[in-house]
């Protein structure tokens, strides 16, 4: 997974990445939730059936890239947007079955038909219902290959913040947003790993980006882990006055802008949203503005900040707005979300 900015200068290019990505994803049929049952342990040891062949492809004791999503809260009987996701490598195809062993009175069960090889992404649903929070472990067992996804359960009442759906925050940058009834949130601490992700693309006619980033190299993002980023174009005309950049970012209501066919650009002036979902196994964006009918977005305050590491605006925004799925593109039918409660405060930097 590429990084939303990459330093002093913004990428534009994961939009494409993810295009490119789903040229080469087959396709594969799920079963429904509703097909497998609702409540209920699955008892023993993890199992799988199927004449499907495939395996997990672990990193360590982690499954790759595995994602944990949903509300996950104690005393709450699972609902159908909790669930993991993961990749496999399907060498044969045909049907599968998998059920993982019980945790805390809830476990994942999932099933398909692979009509393709190569690396694809399994569903597993959770039913039954958590009794205390923490972080359980569910171990998966596929194909020879074996590791751990953490599923951490929230405390009775609070709507799965702290759990699958999000966290506490206590950093000065944060981002938080209800995606379909599921809430997510991050900030940007000394000892979690996440940074301000900041960067400016362009001259005289600058697009300006401000994030919230998981710290790492690798390509691909740990089970659990989301990051979120706000762009905003075009000043035309830059000179890299700070004068400029706060009238830019100017407290007021602003519309969404428009990513132009190739992706590598905005075609027009306005905002564009982007958040990873956990794990990194697909991304969401408000994509066009002509879909955000009804949508807003809000500048609620822009501070002029001056430390030893340079001048920057600390901006808080709220916004409401349909996210869509990159995942979904290759089909041609866009799957879209609603999001709602929407807030962050970026960093955005002057060059």
């Known amino acids: 997974m590429l990084r939303l900015f990459n330093s002093q200068t913004l990428s534009l290019t994961r939009f494409l990445v993810f295009l490119l990505l789903l040229a080469n994803i087959g396709c594969q049929k799920e079963v429904s939730k509703d097909t497998l049952g609702s409540g209920g342990t699955v008892g023993g040891g993890s199992s799988s059936g199927g004449s499907a062949v495939y395996k997990l492809v672990p990193v360590g004791n982690s499954c790759s890239d595995a994602a944990v999503t949903g509300v996950i809260e104690a005393g709450t009987t699972l609902a159908a947007d909790a669930l993991i996701t993961v990749t496999v490598n399907v060498t044969k195809v045909g049907d599968w079955t998998y059920s993982t062993a019980t945790a805390d009175g809830f476990s994942f069960v999932g099933a398909g038909n692979f009509t393709a090889t190569g690396q694809q992404v399994i569903t597993l649903y959770g039913v039954g219902k ?15 290959a074996s590791c751990l996804v953490p599923v951490a359960v929230a405390n009775s009442g609070s709507g799965g913040i702290g759990g699958g759906g999000g966290g506490t925050l206590t950093g000065d940058f944060y981002y938080k947003l209800t995606l379909a009834g599921t809430n997510y949130s991050q900030d940007v601490t000394a000892t979690n790993n996440y ?5 400016v693309a362009g001259t005289p006619d600058a697009m300006f980006a401000g994030g919230i980033s998981y710290n790492t190299s690798s390509t691909s993002l740990p089970a659990g882990v989301t990051e979120f980023g ?35 650009g905005l075609s027009s002036d306005g905002i564009v949203i982007t958040w990873v979902q956990p794990g990194g196994t697909d991304m969401w964006s408000t994509l066009d503005g002509s879909l955000q009918t009804g949508s807003t977005f809000k500048i609620v305050s822009a501070t002029e900040v001056n430390d030893p590491a340079g001048y920057y605006l600390k901006v808080k925004v709220q916004f409401t707005c349909k996210f869509y799925s990159y995942n979904s593109i290759s089909s041609g039918q866009l799957v879209s979300k609603a999001v709602t409660n929407g807030e962050a405060v970026v960093k955005i930097v002057l060059k």
């Open 130 to 144: 958590p009794t205390r929070a923490g972080v359980f472990s569910f171990s998966l067992t596929i194909g020879g």
């Open 195 to 199: 940074i301000n992700d900041a960067g």
């Open 230 to 264: 706000i762009t905003k174009g075009t000043l035309h005309g830059y000179t890299e006055s700070t004068t400029q950049l706060k009238a830019f970012f100017a407290p007021g209501n602003y519309n969404y802008a428009t990513i132009n066919s190739t992706g590598t």
